[in-house]
């Protein structure tokens, strides 16, 4: 006589598997893109990012607030944040992930190159992995930070 398996339970834990390796592979394209951006590696950013990708960095008043749309955007934003400021993450950050969000939990320390002044930055990104690419990006920074930072002082008028 041949055994009964349960087709069910079976399904339930290729799926399961399936959906670990997924989340795996999600947090590792994480990695990969913020691994890139420390490099400033463009060609890699490119690799990971979908064609259509969005990034959104809140606030005003400091150079890299906006939404950077697809590779031309993606492209800008790396490119104002050579310009315009630079920083260091003084620990590795954090991951955690459920289907294709992901989100990284981290501390940076920077100085904005227009007016040599420094900040603290604890941020979360939280990224979305589709077909094993970046669609989307959205920063949660503290703004405040890097707007009193941006900050130039004005003269007295006479």
Known sequence: MIPKRS?????????????????EKNVQIAKDFLAA????????????SA??????????????AGTYRGYAGLEDALKKANETIEMSYPRPPEFIAHGDRVLVV????????????????????????????LTNIREYIDTQALA???ETTASPEP
């Open 51 to 64: 064609e259509d990708i969005e990034w959104i960095i809140p606030g005003e008043d400091w150079p890299l």
């Open 106 to 133: 981290g501390s940076a320390t920077g100085r904005i190159k227009a007016t040599n002044k420094t900040f603290v930055d604890d941020w979360v990104f939280d990224i979305t992995v589709r077909n094993g690419k």
């Open 37 to 48: 951006i420390g490099r400033r590696d463009q060609q890699c950013l490119l690799a990971v």
């Open 7 to 23: 087709i069910r339970s079976e399904t339930h834990h290729v799926r399961k598997k399936d959906i670990s390796m997924s989340i």
């Open 148 to 150: 009193r930072a941006s």
